[in-house]
């Protein structure tokens, strides 16, 4: 069987069974794909649905399309993992997104370290996971939000039933206990690993520890591991 392509778009008009493909995942359908124009193509919002499609008008870079079918509805994302993780060199988290992002995680969240300083490549990091989604043929789409400091990260760690650090000093929980239904936030420290300082303040948050194993992993190893360890059987 055929690769099937997805493409994704969130300007859907779901009253009218209309939706919108514009720039660059109009021109990959049409002009590097040379899709048949009568032919239908799938298409997701990132929020649970995809759709099958079928273009009707055209314009300069985008098109409006007739949704003939919903194919996949999920109200709610059973994947309930946050990732918080210190920002690395563009290309490795570049490749912590696309990685982390593929296996469907709800969220990461950069965090602004105090060891590193790293380049924001926000809109970079969004293409980048919207692109894992079609990939992968998800339906949910991986949010990446704005960097925010590590205090901000701890104030919203309350929110979170399940919280999990990846880090030798902290004692090790039991995986058996680990609840994978649970909204979850997995902290990840930079290619430098925690302050002191850091490490004092998570000790106040009841944060549990999760072993990876005996081996020093890189950043975005040890995120995708952990993330990995979390997804909903």
């Not at 008009?13 to 514009?22: P, Q, S, Y």
């Not at 124009?37 to 919002?45: E, Y």
Request: aromatic share 8%; proline share 2%.
């Amino acid at each position: 069987m055929a690769h099937q392509f997805l493409f994704f778009t969130e300007k859907i008009d779901l009253k009218n069974k209309t939706l919108l493909l514009e720039n660059e995942e109009f021109n990959h359908l049409f002009k590097v794909l040379r899709k048949n124009k009568d032919l239908p193509f799938q298409v997701t919002d990132g929020k649970g649905k995809i759709f099958l499609a079928k273009a009707k008008e055209f314009y300069k870079k985008s098109c409006k399309a007739e949704i003939l079918e919903t194919l996949v509805d999920e109200p709610e994302n059973e994947n309930k993992i946050t990732l918080a993780v210190g920002i690395l060199h563009s290309n490795r988290f570049d490749f912590l997104v696309e990685k982390c992002s593929e296996l469907g995680i709800k969220k990461i969240i950069p965090i602004k370290s105090q060891n590193v300083k790293e380049k924001v490549r926000l809109e970079r990091w969004k293409k980048i996971s919207v692109s894992a989604l079609k990939q992968s043929g998800g339906n949910w789409l991986t949010e990446v939000v704005e960097p925010i400091s590590f205090a901000q990260v701890l104030e919203l760690s309350t929110s979170f039933p399940q919280r999990l650090i990846a880090h030798e000093e902290f004692v090790e929980s039991s995986k058996e206990s680990l609840s994978k239904d649970s909204e979850t936030l997995i902290l990840v420290g930079s290619e430098k690993g925690f302050s002191e300082e850091e490490v004092t303040k998570v000790l106040t948050k009841n944060f549990q520890s999760l072993s990876l194993g005996k081996r020093r992993l890189r950043t975005e190893t040890a995120s995708i591991v952990a993330c990995a360890l979390l997804l909903k059987k």
